[in-house]
């Protein structure tokens, strides 16, 4: 009786073992298991949020779980970026991220979160910035506009204190010599509603929101090294004679500091196939922004090097009347 007993104990221990092993019962979880948050710290309808929603469509096929995204464009920005620098890193709460422009907030604002602390995970696109008026502006090229700036103070929109394009136009002031107030808005969308509607004379702009709107608008200059075949006829600044530095925005998708390296990867490769996948490619390419592929760890030294450009700069953001 005794060894029938111990056979059974036997068995009841390797078939514990079996289910230990799969996870069962000890609380593991495969992942993922649930749904995946991907945190967009700016308001619904930009540049950002539309680029990280076409993402994020493929990269939910890829993960076969539900991705959701959320706006969170609380305290300039601030808020969205903490909650997942602060968060576990559990691989379910991510972030849109955006160069140079998170470089920028924490280094001019001196922000409670070290964005090149995060995971990268992959880069997915790249925005060039542009100087646009209404398409019914008097201002016909940019010499028309820099000429009127110096006659009168105009008005500039900006999608944002803090922006790329805050810096472009700083960087116009110091560069070119223009006269003109910053008229902040709430992302993209308003400061272009705000062009449209007769509220400010130009707006500093991403070529995303710029394509969407490209039949009521004229751009004007463009900060890219060379022209864009986006934007064919749109001269580069260097061009016009203007030595203003190159200034593109990059966006990818990170997570948490210290995201496990098993949860990375699964992460990482599922980013890899939905930006190489055609569609993507053709979706985003017709929105307006350049379709990238970044690896984290490129993507991770593209975004050191933004530090460099805003380092260089950042006195602009304070304005001295």
């Not at 706006?71 to 849109?96: C, M, T």
């Not at 907030?105 to 995970?121: A, D, F, G, R, S």
């Not at 699964?266 to 979706?283: H, Q, T």
Request: with cysteine; charged share 25%; proline share 7%.
């Amino acid at each position: 009786m005794k060894k029938r007993n111990g056979f059974v104990l036997l068995g009841l221990l390797v078939v514990l073992g079996v289910f230990m092993a799969a996870g069962v019962g000890s609380g593991a979880e495969k992942f993922p298991s649930r749904e995946i948050v991907v945190v967009v710290p700016f308001t619904a309808g930009g540049p950002q949020d539309l680029g990280a929603r076409i993402a994020t469509e493929f990269f939910q096929k890829e993960m076969k779980v539900p991705v959701i995204v959320e706006n969170r464009p609380e305290a300039g920005s601030v808020k969205g970026i903490l909650d997942v620098y602060k968060a576990k890193p559990d691989g379910y709460l991510l972030l849109s991220t955006l160069f140079p422009r998170y470089a920028q907030t924490e280094i001019v604002y001196n922000t409670p979160y070290k964005i090149l602390e995060m995971t990268y995970l992959a880069a997915f696109n790249q925005s060039d910035q542009l100087v646009v008026v209404n398409s019914a502006s008097p201002y016909k090229t940019f010499k028309d506009l820099v000429d009127a700036s110096k006659k009168k103070s105009l008005n500039c929109g900006l999608p944002g204190m803090g922006s790329l394009a805050h810096l472009q136009a700083m960087v116009l002031k110091k560069k070119v010599g223009m006269d003109f107030e910053i008229v902040p808005f709430k992302g993209g969308a308003p400061n272009m509603m705000a062009l449209l509607g007769g509220n400010v004379d130009f707006i500093c702009i991403d070529d995303l929101t710029t394509s969407l709107q490209k039949d009521k608008v004229r751009s004007l200059g463009i900060s890219s090294g060379k022209r864009s075949p986006k934007f064919p006829t749109v001269p580069t600044f260097k061009e016009l004679g203007f030595d203003m530095p190159v200034m593109n925005s990059l966006q990818g998708i990170t997570g948490p500091p210290n995201l496990p390296e098993d949860i990375r990867k699964v992460l990482s490769d599922a980013m890899e196939r939905a930006i190489k996948n055609p569609e993507f490619i053709k979706k985003t390419d017709t929105l307006g922004p350049t379709p990238v592929y970044m690896a984290g760890p490129e993507f991770k030294a593209a975004g050191t090097a933004s530090y460099k450009l805003v380092d260089e700069y950042k006195e602009l953001f304070v304005e001295k009347k």
